[in-house]
């Protein structure tokens, strides 16, 4: 398969100086198209910043990070946003939904920011809430759904556009048990159709969905199995 994600030898140092924190401490991973990695850690071990430089939301402060090729590590907020359309869909644990819009809404919403034509967005949003079994809620708000279905009207804006890697942040923290399994039973179906899916989670029962763990502590690589 071929290398997505590589990631060399980069750290993330903040407060530089005599009370510096490093984030990340010279981490290398590598990601190949197709894969399923959850990434755990406890809160402080370094799986935030982690995500934000796999997710092109930060830069690291030394090292390199080549994402499809491209070196993203030193680009402009603006290169970095452009590459975030283009390349990764989020999936974040507080839904991140508008509450005055429908689903449908929600879902259209990036893509009328990325410049889609309103009946190509409409296409693929419908697609999208279809493929997450919201077919039947398409005109409903927030407010009238329950946490998992505001998290699958997340999911179906992730994958809208396709992009290539999907990138789930703490995806059932909000979620009760049976809500949980739902969502990852959907993140694991993508993830058979071909995308890239990348987990961050500090829950070993979560973690243990994926094919492959990575263990981040105190901002290093502890294991990768």
Not at 201 to 220: L, Y
Request: charged share 20%; aromatic share 4%; hydrophobic share 40%.
């Amino acid at each position: 398969m071929a290398k997505l994600v590589d990631v060399i030898d980069v750290s993330k140092i903040y407060n530089p100086g005599e009370n510096e924190v490093r984030a990340l401490d010279h981490v290398s991973l590598s990601i190949s198209t197709g894969e399923f990695v959850a990434i755990i850690g406890q809160s402080g071990s370094g799986k935030s910043t982690l995500m934000n430089m796999l997710g092109c939301l930060d830069t690291p402060t030394s090292g390199t990070y080549m994402l499809h090729g491209m070196d993203v590590s030193h680009m402009s907020d603006n290169e970095q946003s452009d590459v975030r359309n283009r390349e990764i869909g989020f999936i974040f644990q507080g839904f991140n939904l508008i509450q005055s819009l429908t689903a449908l809404e929600n879902v259209e919403l990036p893509l009328i920011y990325r410049g889609v034509s309103r009946k190509e967005r409409e296409k693929l949003s419908v697609t999208a809430l279809s493929r997450v079994g919201l077919a039947n809620r398409m005109d409903h708000r927030p407010s009238e759904m329950s946490g998992g279905q505001q998290q699958r009207v997340a999911i179906a804006r992730a994958i809208a556009q396709a992009p290539p890697i999907l990138l789930a942040d703490e995806p059932t923290g909000n979620l009760d048990s049976a809500s949980s399994r739902e969502i990852i039973q959907i993140i694991k179906e993508l993830h058979r159709e071909g995308r890239t899916v990348i987990l961050i989670t500090h829950d070993p029962g979560i973690a243990a969905q994926a094919p492959r763990v990575i263990t981040i502590s105190d901002g290093r690589i502890i294991s990768d199995q």
